[in-house]
C-alpha cells in the first residue's frame, strides 16, 4: 500500500509514476514479454521523475506566462516572432532529450504503443499544452515518413526525430478556418500547382503550436471538387531552406483560457510551398492530389492526435486525484482530516474509478492486438474505442478537475493552487480535435460504414468471459451482459430509424458504448487481479462503477447496502490489497 498521502505536500516534487501502481499494472497487463516490460519499466519510469519534478514546477510558471507575437524587430521590419518564457523552452528541451517523439528510431527496437502512451499520460499530468506541441509534432513525422516526397522525406524526418533541442523540429496541423472547424469540406484554401511543388493561398484560424518548423495542411488544389473529397493534404514548411519565411505569417495569438504556453494563431498562406502528402515517391504526378483520398491522409494524423486528447484527458483526471488526496489528508475542518468524512471519501474513490474506467478503454486502444482474434479484429476495436475514448475521458476530466478543485474548497478557485489550470486546461480537450457530438458522430460513422461494433462486441463479451468464473464478480457481470445485449440491439435498432432521431440519439448510444466497454474491461481487469495477486481492489472498483453507471437500482441506490467506500477506503485510493472474502458481490 502506498504511503498516507498527509506525508506529501503536494503532487509537485513527487515521482508520478511509482504513486500510479495502477499505470505498472496496466504495462504488466499489456506487455507479457519480459523484454518488452523491461523497456517499458526503463522509459515510463523515466517520466514519472521527469514529469512530477521537473516539468510540473516549471509548467505553472509558463502558464503564467503565456507566449507573445512580437510583430515588429527594432528595425521595424514584420517579424512575426513568438516569445516564450524560458520555462516553456526547457520543458520542450528536456522532452526532444529523452526522445519523446522517434523513441522509437532511437531505441532501436520497436516501442509498444502502451509505452508511448503511458509517457504522454504522465506528461499530461503537467502539461497537456506540451504534449499538444510535441504530439503534433510526432504525428507530423509519422505524415512525413509515410507521404513525403523522397526529395524532403529523410531531412525532415531527421529533423522531427532530433534528440537535439538546439536543431529539432516542431510540426503541427493546420484545418480549421473561419467559415468551420467540424466542417472542414468548406475548406477554402488553394494549392497552386509550380512544377513538383505547390503554393498555398488561404488563412487558416486555429493554428496551434504556430510557431513549429512544418505544418501538415489541408487545402483544396486547383480544379478539386467541393466537400472534403476536394481536399488534399500537404506538408508546409514555415520557413524556406535560407531561412526567409515560406509564404507565411501568423496574423495574431489567440487569446485562450488555457493550455496557455502552446501559441495558438491564426495565420495566412500567401504563396506557401509546400509538398504533396501524396503516398507517392514523386510528386510530379498530380492527379495524387485530386484522388479523393487527401482528406484520409490528414485523418490519419486527427485518428492519433484523438487518441493523444483521451490520454491528456486521463493525466488531467489523475493529476486532479492527486492533489485532492494529498489536500484532503492535510485540510482540517472540526478538528479532523476532511478525507475522514464519509462525503469526501467518497468523492476521492469516485475520482479513481472513473480515472481507471477511463484508463481501461484508452490503454485498450494502444494494446487492442492483445486480446482481439486477429489483427483486423484489433482495427476496429481501435476505430470505434478511439472517439469513445477521447469523448470519454476529456469530459470526465471536467468533471474531475471541478470535483477536485472543490475538495480544495475556496483555496481550489485561486491560481496559488493547482487546480484551477487544470480545469481551465480541461475545458479545450473536449473541443480540439473533434467535439463531442462530432465525435459520437464519427462512432455512428464506424458502425454504419465498418460494423466497428461487431468488433467491439466481440471484445466486451471475451473480457466478461474472463470474469465469469469469479463469485465476487458475478452481480456486476450479469449487469453488464444485459446492457451489451440491449445496446447491441440499440444500435439496430436505430439504424432503422429516421435519420434526424437516429442523430438525435447518437451521443447517448456512445455513452451508452463507453460505459459498457468501460466496465467489460474493468471485470477483465479485476479477474486478473484476482487470479495473479488475489486481490479484490479491482473488482471493488469495476464493481463500484457497474453501480453507478450501468445499474438501474431503485430509489438510485439509496437503499442497497453498500459500505465499500467507507470500509475500503485505504486500500482503494492508496492501491492496498483487499481480500475478495470482504467484499461483498
Ligand atoms: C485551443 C484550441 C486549439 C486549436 N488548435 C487547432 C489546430 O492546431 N489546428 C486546427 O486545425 N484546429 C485547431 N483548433 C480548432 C478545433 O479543432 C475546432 O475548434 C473544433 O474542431 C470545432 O470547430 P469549430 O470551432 O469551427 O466549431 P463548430 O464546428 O462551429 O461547432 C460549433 C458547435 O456545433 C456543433 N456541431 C457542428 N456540427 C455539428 C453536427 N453535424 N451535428 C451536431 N453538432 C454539430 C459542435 O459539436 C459544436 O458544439 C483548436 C481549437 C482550440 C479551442
Known amino acids: 500500500m502506498l504511503a498516507d498521502y498527509a506525508e506529501y505536500e503536494q503532487a509537485i516534487g513527487l515521482d508520478w509514476y511509482s504513486l500510479d501502481p495502477n499505470l505498472s499494472f496496466l504495462l504488466d497487463r499489456y506487455l507479457p514479454d519480459d523484454e518488452d ?58 522532452l526532444v532529450r529523452t526522445g519523446f517523439v522517434g523513441l522509437e528510431a532511437h531505441a532501436g527496437r520497436s516501442v509498444p504503443a502502451v509505452v508511448t502512451a503511458a509517457r504522454s499520460y504522465l506528461l499530461s499530468q503537467c502539461e497537456t499544452a506540451a504534449y499538444c506541441a510535441l504530439g503534433m509534432t510526432g504525428g507530423a513525422a509519422d505524415i512525413v515518413e509515410r507521404h513525403a516526397p523522397s526529395e524532403i522525406r529523410d531531412l525532415y524526418l531527421d529533423r522531427l526525430q532530433s534528440l537535439d533541442p538546439e536543431t529539432a523540429w516542431e510540426g503541427g496541423m493546420f484545418l480549421t478556418e473561419r467559415q468551420g472547424g467540424s466542417d472542414v469540406g468548406a ?140 489536500y484532503a489528508a492535510q485540510r482540517t475542518q472540526w478538528g479532523q482530516r476532511i478525507d475522514r468524512y464519509p462525503l469526501v471519501r467518497e468523492t476521492l474513490v469516485d475520482l479513481l474509478v472513473d480515472l481507471e474506467a477511463g484508463m481501461a478503454i484508452t490503454f485498450e486502444c494502444a494494446g487492442a492486438m492483445r486480446g482481439a482474434a486477429d489483427q483486423d479484429e484489433a482495427r476496429l476495436v481501435r476505430r470505434i474505442l478511439i472517439p469513445l475514448a477521447k469523448m470519454r475521458t476529456t469530459r470526465v476530466a471536467l468533471w474531475a478537475a471541478s470535483n477536485a478543485l472543490e475538495i480544495f474548497g475556496g483555496n481550489g478557485y485561486m491560481h496559488d493552487w493547482p487546480i484551477a489550470r487544470q480545469l481551465r486546461d480541461a475545458q479545450c480537450h473536449t473541443i480540439w480535435e473533434g467535439t463531442e457530438n462530432i465525435l459520437a458522430i464519427d462512432v455512428r460513422r464506424s458502425i ?114 453498500d459500505r465499500t467506500v467507507l470500509d475500503h477506503f485505504e486500500p482503494l485510493v492508496r492501491y492496498g490489497v483487499i481480500d475478495p472474502d470482504t467484499l461483498v458481490a
Not at 511543388?197 to 505544418?215: P, Q
Open 37 to 94: 516490460r523491461k523497456f517499458a519499466e526503463e522509459h515510463v519510469a523515466e517520466y514519472g521523475e521527469l514529469a512530477g519534478r521537473i516539468l510540473g514546477a516549471r509548467a505553472e510558471i509558463t502558464d503564467a506566462h503565456g507566449p507573445v507575437l512580437n510583430r515588429y524587430d527594432r528595425w521595424g521590419y514584420d517579424v512575426g516572432e513568438v516569445q516564450h518564457h524560458p520555462t516553456w523552452t526547457a520543458n520542450k528541451a528536456d
Open 187 to 326: 475548406n477554402t484554401t488553394r494549392a497552386v500547382p509550380d512544377g513538383n511543388e505547390w503554393l498555398l493561398f488561404g488563412d487558416k484560424h486555429f493554428c496551434s503550436n504556430v510557431d513549429a518548423d512544418v505544418f501538415i495542411v489541408l487545402a483544396r488544389p486547383e480544379g478539386a471538387p467541393e466537400g472534403t473529397r476536394g481536399l488534399a493534404t500537404f506538408i508546409v514548411p514555415s520557413r524556406q531552406e535560407d531561412g526567409a519565411p515560406n509564404g507565411f505569417r501568423i496574423k495574431r495569438l489567440k487569446p485562450k483560457l488555457g493550455t496557455v504556453g502552446v501559441p495558438t494563431g491564426e495565420v495566412t498562406l500567401d504563396g506557401a510551398r509546400a509538398w504533396l502528402a501524396g503516398g507517392r515517391s514523386q510528386t510530379s504526378d498530380q492527379s495524387a492530389a485530386r484522388d479523393g483520398r487527401g482528406i484520409n491522409r490528414m485523418m490519419e494524423m486527427v485518428n492519433s492526435s484523438r487518441f493523444g486528447v483521451a490520454l491528456m484527458g486521463l493525466g488531467i483526471h489523475r493529476r486532479s486525484f492527486l492533489e485532492a488526496a494529498i
Open 448 to 561: 454504419r460504414g465498418e460494423r466497428a461494433h461487431l468488433a467491439l462486441g466481440n471484445r466486451i463479451d471475451r473480457a466478461l468471459e474472463a470474469a465469469s468464473p469469479h463469485a465476487v464478480l458475478a452481480g456486476a457481470l450479469d449487469v453488464v451482459a444485459r446492457t451489451r445485449r440491449e445496446a447491441w440491439k440499440a444500435i439496430d435498432v436505430l439504424a432503422a430509424a429516421p435519420e434526424d432521431e437516429a442523430l438525435l440519439k447518437s451521443r447517448r448510444l456512445a455513452e451508452l458504448l463507453a460505459d459498457t466497454a468501460e466496465a467489460a474491461l474493468l471485470l477483465e481487469e479485476a479477474a486478473w487481479s484476482l487470479e495473479r495477486d488475489t486481490d479484490a481492489r479491482k473488482a471493488a472498483v469495476a464493481t463500484r462503477f457497474v453501480r453507478r453507471k450501468l445499474a438501474d437500482e431503485l430509489l438510485r441506490g439509496l437503499l442497497v447496502e
